[in-house]
């Protein structure tokens, strides 16, 4: 477990908590990102929406809106919104950042999906 894994508490008191975690690594390039765009009003949500080639997609984005129902978690100051529908489908899941000459971006390893299509983008 990262420290990212093991500091995502709360991020306000009161405030309900999902199960997502972010690599110590994705916590960094997603807060580098928020400040190179001088945000820092702004969350990264992670959303699960129908579509794709095997049902379900993946939306990764940084978001000013609170919806009624959202759970976060804060990794090292780096507050992460998944709204109520999506927390189901990725409870547990592990969000990473990658950059190597093969691929560069983030992954996420989700325990909850039982197939994907061949651009990881997509799950059923």
């Known amino acids: 477990m990262t420290t990212a894994e093991q500091t995502g508490t709360q991020a306000e ?14 916590a960094a390039k997603a807060k580098a990102l928020l400040e190179q765009e001088g945000r ?5 949500r ?6 794709g080639c095997a049902g379900l997609r993946y939306q990764l984005f940084f978001d000013e809106r609170t919806l009624d129902g959202d759970l ?3 990794f090292d100051g780096l507050r992460v919104a998944v709204d109520r529908m999506s927390a189901p489908y990725v409870q547990g ?17 989700n325990p909850n999906a039982t197939g994907s299509c061949a651009c ?3 799950f059923h």
């Open 13 to 26: 008191a009161g405030e309900a908590t999902h199960g997502v975690n972010l690599t110590d690594a994705a």
């Open 40 to 44: 820092d009003d702004m969350h990264l």
């Open 46 to 51: 992670i959303a699960v929406q129908p579509g």
């Open 72 to 74: 976060f978690r804060d």
């Open 93 to 109: 899941a592990v969000i990473d950042f990658v950059d190597s000459i093969e691929k560069q971006g983030f992954t996420i390893d």
């Open 120 to 122: 990881g983008d997509s």
